[in-house]
């Protein structure tokens, strides 16, 4: 399962957490759907021991989490912070101490605001002072943690952060946000040389946002419309990456926005990682004239408005084997928002067992078509602020009541526990030479 810092931890101006960007974004009028914050969210910084408990009730073996840079170096440079850094340490050797796997995030959109300040992550200088707080992170968990991940959904901080302005840090310029998008792919590449260098033995790699992207018909204005959003939301990220090469027909798209790079760039992204994390929700589909209607397929809708769509993962995780050189992938994030319903105490949320099981049913469908799969990490372990829609939708398996922070296992986290425990038996039961498409999960 999985969280992220500024979605769960709350504790915004404690133990000297400096502001983020999210922090700045969330106090601007009408960016957030119902007004509220972060400043308090799950109150894991404080509840942390409680829910590594549920995590160990779950039987789950690994926990992805992120750090929040500027609870950590609260000016993004300068000082770093002894007691941001304890509080991570403490999370690390409980998750051991319960056998469960940490999969550490250094970067989930949650940017310092004193950074932003001085350009973000448009300002060539946010690069280094990302690798020196990859490498700080490293000094004091690296040994313990399973796997770092460098930058969670590059696209969402370039696109929806920078282009559309609907995310932090709100701003609307499509330049700014394709250098935005370059120095975080550069950024990745020389902190995962960083890391190497200091003798990092956690798997490294980086997580995006990925969807199979439908022409809505047939027509050539909506294939073509597809084909670009292809480009700017899978190959602008792929190539680079595996390819050290940003695609030919969206840099012709982009035109004076292109990024500006130095010569050695491109092959400073492409620097090999270890494994490839996958977030995937639904398919886009495509249509150059009216929008398309999700509900035209009669398939049923997210909480969120996003069409289930659970195929599309297959046919994601299949191209990606045979379009690229990819390392071992994992599912990082995969859930529904679905309103719950509570009967006697009891969370019922059938919609979302289901949306979990038909997705866990096709990466099965990928490993047998020869996809190297090493885990499934449902998003997301508690209810939380789900960023511009404040507190009213909730993906967690896990119910939290935001007054009394009371935690309640739904009946998609008592399915989920059960269907592990199956799991490991059958692990237990197989030969050893028998490929394990369960670890992870």
């Given at each position: 399962?999985?969280?992220?810092?500024?979605?769960?931890?709350?504790?915004?101006?404690?133990?000297?957490?400096?502001?983020?960007?999210?922090?700045?974004?969330?106090?601007?009028?009408?960016?957030?759907?119902?007004?509220?914050?972060?400043?308090?969210?799950?109150?894991?910084?404080?509840?942390?021991?409680?829910?590594?408990?549920?995590?160990?009730?779950?039987?789950?073996?690994?926990?992805?989490?992120?750090?929040?840079?500027?609870?950590?170096?609260?000016?993004?440079?300068?000082?770093?912070?002894?007691?941001?850094?304890?509080?991570?340490?403490?999370?690390?050797?409980?998750?051991?101490?319960?056998?469960?796997?940490?999969?550490?995030?250094?970067?989930?959109?949650?940017?310092?605001?004193?950074?932003?300040?001085?350009?973000?992550?448009?300002?060539?200088?946010?690069?280094?002072?990302?690798?020196?707080?990859?490498?700080?992170?490293?000094a004091r968990l690296g040994n313990r943690v399973a796997s770092i991940t460098t930058h969670n959904e590059p696209w969402v901080i370039?696109?929806?952060?920078?282009?559309?302005?609907?995310?932090?840090?709100?701003?609307?310029?499509?330049?700014?946000?394709?250098?935005?998008?370059?120095?975080?792919?550069?950024?990745?590449?020389?902190?995962?040389?960083?890391?190497?260098?200091?003798?990092?033995?956690?798997?490294?790699?980086?997580?995006?946002?990925?969807?199979?992207?439908?022409?809505?018909?047939?027509?050539?204005?909506?294939?073509?419309?597809?084909?670009?959003?292809?480009?700017?939301?899978?190959?602008?990220?792929?190539?680079?990456?595996?390819?050290?090469?940003?695609?030919?027909d969206i840099l012709e798209f982009l035109g004076t926005d292109v990024p500006k790079m130095l010569p050695t760039d491109l092959q400073?992204?492409?620097?090999?990682?270890?494994?490839?994390?996958?977030?995937?929700?639904?398919?886009?589909?495509?249509?150059?004239?009216?929008?398309?209607?999700?509900?035209?397929?009669?398939?049923?809708?997210?909480?969120?408005?996003?069409?289930?769509?659970?195929?599309?993962?297959?046919?994601?995780?299949?191209?990606?084997?045979?379009?690229?050189?990819?390392?071992?992938?994992?599912?990082?994030?995969?859930?529904?928002?679905?309103?719950?319903?509570?009967?006697?105490?009891?969370?019922?949320?059938?919609?979302?067992?289901?949306?979990?099981?038909?997705?866990?049913?096709?990466?099965?469908?990928?490993?047998?078509?020869?996809?190297?799969?090493?885990?499934?990490?449902?998003?997301?372990?508690?209810?939380?602020?789900?960023?511009?829609?404040?507190?009213?939708?909730?993906?967690?398996?896990?119910?939290?009541?935001?007054?009394?922070q009371k935690r309640t296992p739904k009946d998609s986290a008592l399915w989920f526990r059960d269907f592990l425990v199956q799991q490991?038996?059958?692990?237990?039961?197989?030969?050893?030479?028998?490929?394990?498409?369960?670890?992870?999960?």
């Amino acid at each position: 399962v999985a969280t992220s810092a500024y979605q769960v931890e709350g504790a915004a101006s404690e133990d000297g957490r400096g502001p983020s960007i999210w922090d700045h974004f969330c106090a601007q009028s009408g960016t957030i759907a119902d007004q509220t914050n972060g400043n308090t969210a799950c109150d894991h910084y404080h509840r942390w021991s409680e829910d590594l408990d549920l995590l160990a009730d779950l039987g789950v073996d690994a926990y992805r989490f992120s750090t929040s840079w500027s609870r950590v170096r609260p000016q993004g440079d300068g000082e770093w912070n002894s007691k941001g850094l304890d509080f991570y340490e403490r999370l690390v050797d409980g998750l051991l101490a319960r056998g469960i796997q940490p999969y550490l995030t250094l970067n989930h959109w949650d940017l310092p605001q004193s950074l932003q300040l001085r350009g973000g992550w448009a300002n060539r200088d946010t690069m280094q002072w990302f690798v020196e707080y990859a490498l700080g992170i490293h000094a004091r968990l690296g040994n313990r943690v399973a796997s770092i991940t460098t930058h969670n959904e590059p696209w969402v901080i370039a696109h929806l952060g920078n282009e559309t302005g609907v995310f932090a840090p709100g701003i609307q310029h499509r330049a700014t946000a394709m250098q935005v998008s370059h120095h975080l792919l550069v950024s990745h590449g020389l902190a995962l040389q960083a890391l190497r260098a200091e003798g990092c033995t956690a798997r490294l790699g980086i997580v995006l946002n990925l969807s199979p992207v439908h022409p809505a018909t047939r027509e050539p204005a909506d294939v073509e419309k597809a084909r670009i959003e292809d480009g700017r939301l899978l190959r602008w990220y792929l190539d680079p990456l595996f390819n050290a090469s940003y695609p030919q027909d969206i840099l012709e798209f982009l035109g004076t926005d292109v990024p500006k790079m130095l010569p050695t760039d491109l092959q400073t992204v492409a620097t090999p990682m270890d494994f490839l994390g996958v977030n995937y929700y639904s398919r886009q589909v495509i249509s150059a004239g009216e929008p398309w209607d999700v509900h035209r397929s009669g398939r049923y809708v997210t909480d969120m408005g996003w069409e289930v769509y659970p195929e599309g993962l297959t046919e994601l995780l299949v191209r990606l084997k045979n379009d690229y050189r990819v390392p071992p992938m994992y599912v990082t994030e995969n859930g529904g928002a679905f309103r719950d319903t509570c009967v006697n105490g009891r969370i019922h949320d059938v919609l979302r067992a289901d949306y979990i099981t038909r997705h866990i049913d096709a990466v099965a469908e990928a490993i047998a078509q020869g996809v190297r799969m090493e885990g499934y990490m449902i998003w997301s372990l508690l209810d939380n602020f789900e960023w511009a829609s404040g507190y009213d939708k909730r993906f967690g398996i896990v119910h939290v009541d935001y007054p009394s922070q009371k935690r309640t296992p739904k009946d998609s986290a008592l399915w989920f526990r059960d269907f592990l425990v199956q799991q490991k038996a059958l692990q237990q039961a197989a030969p050893p030479s028998r490929p394990r498409a369960e670890h992870g999960a």
